[in-house]
């Protein structure tokens, strides 16, 4: 299996956080831009990163499909049914939640000066900020270590402080701060952290 990747996408470092955790040795396929063709020379028909080669069938695309499956794989963390499989998902949907806007305000703002949209600039920089305050409340439901939903929260947060500085999270929310201190010395965290802070 090859994992088109790169650790700067939150949603493909998720992927190779559950690679790391499972050990599943899968070779991780670095990207570069590709004009139009985005980010996977045509791997991935969508242009996206995350993208799954898996030998024999159709490429597996979106992040939190290719997580489950990789969960799937060994040792899974995500329930096949009941309660908890929905919170699991929910949760890992506000961390997604959280990466969708601040992934859509970097190319807002990248633009030149006269091409800004201010009214989507807003928008983008209001769902980071209410992602946020819904992590902030949801911090007593997310428990420790890495679940299936906490795989996202925390990637969403560190892509956050690299592309969104102006969003103070952890002065905002001082109990997800504390809740994010407990996967910094982890080894797959440190292993997929490659954001060079200025
Ligand atoms: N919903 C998708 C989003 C993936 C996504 O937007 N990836 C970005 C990188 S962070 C990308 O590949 N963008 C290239 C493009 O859309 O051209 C997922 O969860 O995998």
Redesign the pocket.
């Known amino acids: 299996m090859k994992l088109y990747c790169?650790a700067?996408?939150?949603?493909?470092r998720?992927c190779m956080i559950f690679n790391r955790l499972k050990t599943l040795g899968i070779e991780e396929v670095g990207?570069t831009?590709d004009g139009p063709r985005?980010?996977?020379q045509g791997a991935?028909p969508?242009?996206?990163?995350?993208?799954l080669l898996i030998p024999g069938q159709p490429v597996l695309?979106?992040?939190?499909?290719?997580c489950e499956y990789l969960d799937s794989l060994k040792d899974p963390v995500l329930p096949t049914s009941g309660p908890e499989r929905f919170t699991q998902l929910r949760q890992h949907a506000l961390g997604?939640g959280l990466?969708?806007p601040t992934?859509q305000y970097r190319y807002e703002t990248v633009r030149p000066k006269n091409l800004h949209w201010d009214d989507i600039i807003a928008r983008q920089d209001y769902a980071m900020r209410s992602a946020v305050m819904a992590l902030e409340a949801e911090v007593p439901r997310l428990g420790t270590g890495w679940t299936y939903g906490n795989v996202a929260v925390v990637t969403a947060l560190d892509?956050l402080s690299y592309r969104g500085p102006h969003v103070d999270w952890r002065a905002m929310a001082p109990n997800l701060a504390a809740w994010h201190k407990g996967f910094e010395t982890d080894a797959a965290y440190i292993d997929t952290y490659k954001y060079e802070m200025p």
């Open positions: 790169s700067i996408s939150p949603y493909a998720k990207v831009a985005g980010y996977t991935n969508l242009g996206k990163i995350p993208a695309v979106d992040s939190p499909v290719i997604d990466s969708d992934y892509y």
